[in-house]
């Protein structure tokens, strides 16, 4: 193996690891991004009324 074959190998390496660190950094935002969404929507979810206490305790299984 020549030098210029080691050199265009290192020049690879550290493209490709420049490369994953960009991916990295944008899956992370995207990540960011759809959190505050997620959170945005349920916050916008509208307050549950006042029901009944003896409401949403059983499940009707027979019918």
């Known amino acids: 193996m020549d030098v210029t074959g080691i ?3 290192a020049t690879t390496i550290a493209d ?3 490369k ?3 991916g ?3 899956l992370k ?3 960011d ?3 505050s969404s ?3 929507l349920i916050e916008a979810i509208p307050p549950v009324p006042n029901l009944p206490s003896h ?3 059983n499940i009707n299984t027979k019918a």
Do not use: F, M, R
Request: charge should be positive; glycine fraction near 8%.
């Open 16 to 18: 490709t690891g420049t």
């Open 7 to 9: 050199a265009q190998t």
């Open 55 to 57: 409401l949403g305790n």
């Open 20 to 22: 994953q660190a960009v």
């Open 33 to 35: 991004i759809q959190a």
């Open 38 to 40: 997620a959170s945005a």
């Open 24 to 26: 990295v950094a944008v």
């Open 29 to 31: 935002k995207a990540q």
